[in-house]
Every structure is written in C-alpha cells, then in structure tokens.
C-alpha cells in the first residue's frame, strides 16, 4: 500500500524554466517531508525538507510547498539547469519516525 | 572521502547462495538502515539499527539478516537467493530522524 505517489513518472523541462515536481501522500498521520535527489548509479541525496506547521520552505533555487488539506505538496526548482537532470523522489515520515516512505520518483530532464 | 560506503557495488549469484553486502558510514550517525529499490523503483525500508539495536523491522523473508558489529557499521546478510531478490539494495545513515544519507547502492543480480 503506497501512502506516498508520485504520479508523474517524468517530466522535461527547458532550462531556465521552472520544474513542478508533485506527490500527494494518504496517511494522515505524516508531518515532514522531504524531496530527495538521485543520479544514476548513485544514491538518493537529501535535497529539501518541510515540517508540517510549515506551508513552505526555500533553500536557493528549490521551494518546497506543503498544502496539509489536499494533502499534496509540491518541489519548485527556478530556474532549472541541466545539472538538475535526475530522478526526484518525495518522501515522508511520521514526527520522531525513523521509517520513511518513498514515493516511486519522478525523472526530470532539462533540456538546453 | 566517502560518506556512506557499500561494499560490492555489483554482485552476481546463483540461487541458493548465501551472500553478504557490507555497509559503513564515517559520519559518527547513530542510526542506520537497510532499503531495497526493486525493479519498479520503489525505495522500502527493510531494517534498521539505532546504536547497535534492532529498530525497524518490516516484512521481510526471515532470510534476510542485518548484522550490525558497532554503531558504524551494518551488513546485511541474505540466505537461499532467490531470483526475486534481484534488486538495488542501499544503505543509509542519519542521526535523527528524517534526514537519511544513502549509500550509493549495491545491485544484486540472481541468475
């Protein structure tokens, strides 16, 4: 039972434009979340987080959006560059859980 | 000078065997996992130790055996291969919760 979706497997994007990641979660109960990034043959590498009494959260290029009601959140990365090209996965935990739940990734890719 | 290490990167059997994958983090963390990224991409839990104790541990064939010798270190030790235990397998370290860093992943092949 996956509690985490992302449902764009992929998506392309034109540098210098914005990339919209999306994930939408089921499990009430979850109260950070966080995107990580992911190269081929690398691991995930931790990118961007949100509390839950957040609604949005900067680091440089990436904002992460959360909107608790929909349960959705949402990865902004402005503007996009080719090294951004990469497998995006959204993840979320329960408060002092150790466990994360993943989503199953979005593949982005920017095109000069 | 690596964060999180594994150690194969690769690795290739035969069903049946029994095979080890080994992990270690320099990052002084307290906690560390275990995740299998199966053919559909999916990145699930399977274990993981907080200083040397056992505290997550999912539905996972009791084949499966993590074995952590001190808080640096977690290996991951899996019986009778089977050809469904193909996979992309990483390990992890964090302090808290939340905030993991992988490994870069060893791919089992069972043929």
């Known amino acids: 039972d996956q509690q985490v979706k992302q449902n764009s497997p992929s998506l392309s994007v034109q540098e210098g434009r914005i990339s919209i990641l999306n994930c939408d979660y089921t499990n009430s109960m979850f109260d950070y979340f966080l995107w990580y990034k992911k190269y081929p043959a690398e691991g995930p590498t931790f990118l961007i987080s949100?509390?839950?009494?957040?609604d949005k959260n900067e680091d440089g290029r990436f904002t992460v959006f959360l909107n608790k009601s929909a349960k959705h959140l949402s990865l902004h990365i402005v503007p996009s560059q080719p090294g951004d090209s990469a497998v995006y996965f959204c993840a979320a935990s329960v408060r002092d859980d150790y466990k994360l739940s993943f989503g199953a990734g979005t593949t982005v890719t920017v095109r000069a | 000078d690596t964060a999180v290490s594994q150690t194969p990167k690769y690795l290739v059997t035969q069903m049946g065997n029994d095979k080890s994958i080994k992990c270690e983090q320099n990052?002084?963390?307290?906690?560390m996992y275990w995740y299998k990224q199966d053919s559909k991409k999916f990145l699930k839990i399977m274990f993981s130790y907080n200083n040397k104790e056992l505290i997550i541990n999912e539905t996972v064939p009791n084949r499966f055996s993590p074995k952590s010798p001190d808080k640096a270190h977690l290996n991951l030790h899996i019986n009778s291969l089977e050809l469904g235990d193909s996979a992309v397998y990483f390990c992890?370290?964090?302090?808290?919760?939340?905030?993991?860093?992988f490994g870069p992943g060893t791919r089992l092949t069972v043929t």
């Open positions: 992890a370290s964090s302090q808290f919760p939340y905030e993991q860093y």
């Open positions: 949100i509390s839950s009494i957040k």
């Open positions: 990052l002084g963390h307290d906690t």
